[in-house]
């Protein structure tokens, strides 16, 4: 197919859609595995979160806005506890974290994640006990470190040589003795997009397995002694579907443990896997519940510690989109309804790549119904575009939505809690979205929306 001159989002055009879109028999109808748990159709056909309807939460917090379904948040949490009793589960708090989240978090028996000193900060700020707490980062300042050190965080995973010199001399000058892993990149091409696969060999992350930087790490902090060297962790990505890359991930990261073992003499105890594990943005994708999840690693950790004759380490993993992806819709206002030549119909919203820049970043699919009614009208193949100035400002690549949608509609886009607010910028000089977690009925604002005087507040001249 010949290149389009605007993007590869627009190299496709005319009313087919991708291959796996189907044509709708009913446009209102939700698919469950899509929406927050709470997620209903009800008055008038309006959608409802909890109880509450959304035009309510539009005319209350206004548009857009990320809804948070609280329970639905807590579900999820609890149901990899349980899928995982034996180990650590760490929510990755880079999906989304505010201090609200972090309480949940805590509250649900769940560990924390951070990877700079902002989401370390939140973390504190909001009660969460420090040793329960891990501190990634390819590039930690001796400042971060500082914080981390002092704070009594429960491990820090090092990334490179410089840290671990680093991290060595602070923790001689503290008199103290910081629980470390060491991030391993094992050379796994996940299956996922490019900007997010971590594990192949080039790429920023962690030491590498092949060229024998990772071993060299693990031996630099047991030999030096300064360091309490607990484990190895290996993170091969994100939105992955295919448990096989867990299975070379961890198939090559217990061999250096048994290195580790043969060359110093020392079991590591602990192993953390990552994280990573896909979410449903649209029916063409199909997600492992956290039961499947933990039945495959645990197949797969326990059958190479078998063959490596090495005790099965405690196990760690980092679940962050597909604990608050699924729980968060984002609501938008349409503003303009455009047939462009009989090519594409363009349904533009209040919103746009500014509080979700997943599509231009990853040529991600998202889905979309209109929230405040339902409709008899017959299905249109539509693009949902947003109100930035540009062209690949687009939220919602193709959905069918009803011919009828029209400017004042609500339109509701599930699937939005992991790395939307958190990647959110301000383009066009545009504020971000407040986020409202709604539970058993009532409504609440755990990030307010910015305005136009927080961003003129920052520029000072």
Known sequence: MRAHEAGALHGEIGHRGPAWLRTPIDVNALVPQLWPRHVTRGAGGALAVAGLDVRDLAAEFGTPAYVLDEDDLRERCREFRAAFPDADVYYAGKAFLCRAVVRVIAEEGLFLDVCTGGE???????????????????????????????????????????????????????????????????????????????????????????????????????????????????????????????????????????????????????????????????TQDDPAAPHELAKRLRKIV??????????????????????????????YEVGTVKDVDGLRTYVSVDGGMSDNIRTALYDASYSATVANRASTAEPLLARVV????????????????????????????????????????????????????????????????????????????
């Open 302 to 331: 326990d059958g190479e510690c078998a063959v490596e004759k090495l005790a099965v380490p405690h196990l760690s993993i980092e679940p962050g989109r597909a604990i608050v992806g699924p729980a968060v819709f984002t609501l």
């Open 120 to 282: 370390l900060a939140t973390a504190l700020s909001a009660g969460m006990p420090p040793e329960r707490i891990g501190f990634h980062g390819n590039n930690k300042s001796v400042a971060e470190l500082i914080r981390a050190v002092d704070a009594g965080v429960g491990r820090i995973i090092v990334d490179s040589f410089a840290e671990i010199d680093r991290l060595t001399a602070l923790a001689r000058e503290r008199g103290v003795r910081p629980k470390v892993l060491v991030r391993v990149t094992v050379g796994v091409e996940a299956h996922t997009h490019e900007f997010i696969a971590t594990a192949h060999e080039d790429q920023k992350f962690g030491f590498s397995l092949a060229g024998g930087a990772a071993a060299a790490a693990a031996f630099k902090i047991l030999d030096e002694g300064v360091l309490e060297l607990r484990g190895l962790h290996s993170h091969i990505g994100s939105q992955i579907f295919d448990a096989s890359g867990f299975e070379v991930s961890a198939r090559r990261v217990l061999g250096l443990q048994a290195q580790i073992r043969d060359a110093r003499g020392v079991e590591l105890p602990e192993l953390d896997l990552g994280g990573g594990f896909g979410i449903a943005y649209t």
């Open 386 to 461: 947003g109100k930035h100035c540009e062209s690949g400002d687009i939220v919602v690549k193709d959905e069918f939505l009803p011919a009828d949608v029209q400017p004042g509609d609500l339109v509701a886009v599930p699937g939005t809690g992991a790395y939307c607010r958190s990647m959110a910028s301000n383009y066009n000089h545009v504020p971000r979205p407040p986020v409202v977690a709604v539970r058993d009925g009532r409504a609440r604002l755990i990030v307010r929306r910015e305005t136009e005087a927080d961003l003129l507040a920052l520029d000072v001249g």
